[in-house]
């Protein structure tokens, strides 16, 4: 397993504020191992699917995924927006302070906002 996907797997566990034991036990149901050094390519993807598929996988009680989550993070970055800006917009828009309070459907919208934003702002 190289050294990116280790990472990328330890990044989700502290996202989603996994014990050890939960996260040893996903590892175990999802793809057969005890330690992600273990993990094959094929256990991999099987890892990430259960991810995707799983509870856990949603950031809030609203739905948004970390997959969303992500994205923003990365888009609003690229915007270069103050914390301050960020929650006017959001609290404008969505009726919110906090992009980790978004629903699903809201994370959608607000990436598409993000993405038109972005497009149009001068390089």
Known sequence: MDKK???LIHIIKK???LSDQDYRDMLYKAAGVHSAKDLTE???KKLMN???RSQHYHVNRHGMTIKQKFYIQHLLKDTGWS???IRNFLHKYYHIENPE???KVQ???FIESLKHILAHQPH
């Open 50 to 52: 259960y991810f995707v």
């Open 83 to 85: 914390q301050e800006h």
């Open 107 to 109: 994370a959608s919208h």
């Open 5 to 7: 996907k280790l990472a």
């Open 42 to 44: 094929e256990k991999f």
């Open 101 to 103: 309070a978004l629903t």
């Open 15 to 17: 996202e989603l504020n």
